[in-house]
């Protein structure tokens, strides 16, 4: 397939494809009869295996170590254990944030009398407030 029908098969745009191929995340195929380059299952299984890493939340230099074990799959998994035990550490720290946000804009929309006057609006009075978590 073609570089377009690997982005179309894959969800992604081509200039996508050629950044992860910059950034090393993909494998660059040969040249196919001088023209143009020809990818595989392998390359489309190596561009899901990119988006499932990043839609679970991993950083692209994240994704570059995974993709490194990947191809290479020698030793054990420890490295792998590490990798998902930090990234469940930072979607827990992301978690508890929003809840935090959550929290604060229902209080908000609590004190939002609708129909007052924006004048005595208690919500906006508080959104107008500097702290210091702002």
Known sequence: M???ELGRHSGVGVETVRYYQRLGLLA??????????RYGQESLAELEFVRHCKAL???LKQVAVLVQMRRSRKGS??????QLAAL???LDAKKHAIESQLQQV???KEACGAGKPLADCAAL???ERVTPEA
Request: glycine share 4%; net charge positive.
């Open 106 to 108: 229902r209080a908000l």
């Open 125 to 127: 009075a508080s959104l």
């Open 88 to 90: 469940s550490s930072d």
């Open 28 to 37: 660059v195929p040969p040249f196919h009869a001088r023209t143009y380059r």
């Open 57 to 59: 939340g991993f950083s």
């Open 77 to 82: 998994c420890v490295k792998l254990h590490d």
């Open 2 to 4: 073609t570089i377009a």
